[in-house]
């Protein structure tokens, strides 16, 4: 998932998004425990998109704040 994509969503459709990769990379980490999967660059990728959204969540709340603080 590209970033530019995950900026185009809203703070509800991230937050969406974020559970569903929670419970995807639950499942992933799952299966490598128990040897059914022996590649990482899925999980990777959910922890890497999982990082782009939390990103741009921080980005989105300090600009929010930042007019506050210049008052």
Do not use: W
């Given at each position: 998932?590209?970033a530019?994509?995950?900026?185009?969503?809203?703070?509800?459709?991230?937050?969406q998004?974020?559970?569903?990769?929670?419970?995807?990379?639950?499942?992933?980490?799952?299966?490598?425990?128990?040897?059914?999967?022996?590649?990482?660059?899925?999980?990777?990728?959910?922890?890497?998109?999982?990082?782009?959204?939390?990103?741009?969540?921080?980005?989105r709340?300090?600009?929010?704040?930042?007019?506050?603080?210049?008052?």
């Open positions: 998932m590209k530019q994509k995950v900026r185009d969503y809203d703070d509800n459709e991230l937050a998004q974020l559970r569903e990769m929670d419970e995807q990379l639950f499942r992933l980490q799952f299966q490598m425990s128990t040897g059914q999967m022996e590649g990482l660059k899925k999980a990777r990728a959910v922890r890497k998109d999982r990082a782009r959204i939390y990103t741009i969540l921080r980005e709340a300090g600009a929010s704040q930042a007019p506050a603080e210049k008052k």
